[in-house]
């Protein structure tokens, strides 16, 4: 059974950073593209970074880049998103999901990943 749990959400000032962590477990991590989504109150849920399953390819939703970094410890089963000059409008809970296939590629569409976790809340305060 596949799980993916998020941690390390919590209450910023403006300015601040956080950095959230995603572990995964019941497939072979280092086969597959990770991603994180986040969702604001009354919002759709949105992309906010995916990283492939070597780690070598990244993209990054237009609200958060040169902000935020996605990173993984493949020998950990774990990945991380590194948060920086947090907003008020960074404010959602964040959720991290692991993707439907075992390919090289990385993605940005919700479609394309099958395993989510449960969601870890991120607050900024101005």
């Known amino acids: 059974q596949v799980q993916v749990v998020e941690s390390g959400g919590g209450l910023v000032q403006a300015g601040g950073s956080l950095r959230l962590s995603c572990a995964a477990s019941?497939?072979?991590?280092?086969?597959?593209?990770m991603g994180w989504f986040r969702q604001a109150p009354g919002k759709e849920r949105e992309f906010v970074a995916a990283?492939?399953?070597?780690?070598?390819?990244?993209d990054y939703g237009n609200p958060v880049k040169g902000r935020f970094t996605i990173s993984r410890d493949n020998a950990k089963n774990t990945v991380y998103l590194q948060m920086n000059s947090l907003k008020p409008d960074d404010t959602a809970v964040y959720y991290c999901?692991?993707?439907?296939?075992?390919?090289?590629?990385?993605?940005?569409?919700?479609?394309?990943?099958?395993?989510w976790g449960q969601g870890t809340q991120v607050t900024v305060s101005s």
């Open positions: 999901a692991q993707a439907w296939t075992n390919s090289g590629s990385y993605y940005t569409a919700i479609s394309e990943y099958r395993y």
């Open positions: 019941g497939r072979t991590f280092s086969m597959y593209a």
């Open positions: 990283i492939s399953r070597s780690g070598g390819s990244t």
